[in-house]
């Protein structure tokens, strides 16, 4: 008997980077949260104008729901995805 396969949900993921780009928020998935029920952390970061993080404001772990509801609030508030991602450094 075949079991289907179950693909992991799509989640946000990224840099986000306010239009004054004072703040960025970087998204990113909780590795540990379940295939079915993702569950996505979001960091709050200050940042200098090219969108450097620089100081961690705050960390918060959203349901999916939750995450992709911020996500799309963000952007349309023109909040930008920057062009180049920054590494798993910061």
Not at 20 to 48: G, H, N
């Amino acid at each position: 008997m075949n079991e289907p396969v179950r693909e992991a949900i799509l989640t946000p993921a990224g840099w986000l980077v306010s239009p004054t780009r004072a703040f960025c928020m970087f998204f990113i998935r909780d590795p540990k949260s379940e295939m079915a029920f993702p569950r996505v952390y979001t960091q709050l970061w200050y940042c200098l104008e090219d969108g450097t993080p620089t100081k961690l404001k705050n960390t918060r772990r959203l349901d999916y729901e939750s995450a992709v509801e911020t996500w799309y609030e963000l952007q349309s508030q023109d909040w930008e995805l920057m062009e180049h991602q920054i590494s798993d450094a910061a």
